[in-house]
């Protein structure tokens, strides 16, 4: 996968937009951080993960997530694109898309699955 892999899916959600962090590209959902590219240009950052589940990823697929001692108290886990699929990142995407967005938003999309 690659970023922009990653907007394609998440664009089609309602109200994310493209947008920036820590200077690097982001999607972001009413002004919130959904996702952004970590600085290495591969590594996406998803906040959300609760510590137990982001052991679990990083333990069961450690090529694929990973983190760093500067998130290692956030629930924060990285995922190197080049190593995963649509259908690793898009469902963890999706979590925090619905935590984000408004509940009309999220009827809205549901009602239309």
């Excluded at 990823?57 to 983190?67: N, W």
């Amino acid at each position: 996968m690659t970023f922009d892999d990653v907007r394609k899916i998440a664009l089609a959600w309602p109200e994310v937009e493209d947008g920036t962090s820590y200077g690097t590209p982001a999607l972001k959902v009413r002004k919130k951080m959904l996702v952004r590219l970590k600085e290495d240009g591969d590594s996406l950052v998803m906040p959300s993960v609760p510590q137990d589940e982001r052991e679990m990823l990083v333990e069961s697929q450690p090529k694929t997530f990973y983190f760093t001692d500067h998130y290692r108290d956030y629930p924060i886990v990285l995922i190197r694109l080049s190593k995963a699929s649509r259908a690793t990142v898009e469902p963890l995407m999706r979590r925090h898309w619905r935590m984000l967005a408004s509940k009309k938003a999220v009827k809205a999309y549901d009602a239309n699955l």
